[in-house]
T-cell receptor
Framework: SQQGEEDPQALSIQEGENATMNCSYK?????LQWYRQNSGRGLVHLIL?????REKHSGRLRVTLDTSKKSSSLLITASRAADTASYFC???????????FGTGTRLTVIP | EAGVAQSPRYKIIEKRQSVAFWCNPI?????LYWYQQILGQGPKLLIQ????????DSQLPKDRFSAERLKGVDSTLKIQPAKLEDSAVYLC????????????FGPGTRLTVL
């Protein structure tokens, strides 16, 4: 399978804590993207990191990419109840026509 | 700017019936995608259009699924006949170009096949 795999499958934290999710993949990528999906809604793009980048920030989000380990992590700092959602990594593999989505991490932030 | 529009939002049909979904992408977006998302899984690409041409339909069950994008704008996805395992959310997305670009998703159509 070319899709990325997120870890953990589910995560429950208290509001204000940080949440970290990981994504591992198997082949070379052009870029890796993170998306959020609230229950019953479509996916929303969060951040894109290219294969020659190691870290990117966007507000309370921090994404890292380690191409030698074929892994990425998404850190959400100072979490809020509104961050409760499923988070997916999507990999743009070299030579592929499209993105491959993982199975997601279900994040629950308890107020 | 308006987002990706999809209709209907919900559809319940019996197996062996047919169903069609409609998608209107963001204006100016050349690439349009249809994904199937089964409960508890990530989206799986069914078909990708670049303007009105098919780029990738390798995951589309062509014996029952069909899709078209006339005039390179709106698109329809059809299932005929539906099976129980087709119960899923069908997501439409669009992007400016194929590679390295953010995909913008519509709200999806939740299909239940009884």
């Amino acid at each position: 399978s070319q899709q990325g795999e997120e870890d953990p499958q589910a995560l429950s934290i208290q509001e204000g804590e940080n949440a970290t999710m990981n994504c591992s993949y198997k082949t070379s990528i052009n870029n890796l993207q993170w998306y959020r999906q609230n229950s019953g809604r479509g996916l929303v793009h969060l951040i894109l990191i290219r294969s020659n980048e190691r870290e990117k920030h966007s507000g309370r989000l921090r994404v890292t990419l380690d191409t030698s380990k074929k892994s990425s992590s998404l850190l959400i700092t100072a979490s809020r109840a509104a961050d409760t959602a499923s988070y997916f990594c999507a990999t743009d593999f070299t030579g592929a026509n499209n993105l491959f989505f993982g199975t997601g991490t279900r994040l629950t932030v308890i107020p | 700017e308006a987002g990706v529009a999809q209709s209907p939002r919900y559809k319940i049909i019996e197996k062996r019936q047919s169903v069609a979904f409609w998608c209107n992408p963001i204006s100016g977006h050349a690439t349009l995608y249809w994904y199937q998302q089964i409960l508890g899984q990530g989206p799986k690409l069914l078909i990708q259009f670049q303007n009105n041409g098919v780029v990738d339909d390798s995951q589309l069950p062509k014996d029952r699924f069909s899709a078209e994008r006339l005039k390179g704008v709106d698109s329809t996805l059809k299932i005929q006949p539906a099976k129980l395992e087709d119960s899923a959310v069908y997501l439409c997305a669009s992007s400016l170009e194929r590679r390295g670009h953010t995909q913008y998703f519509g709200p999806g159509t939740r299909l239940t096949v009884l």
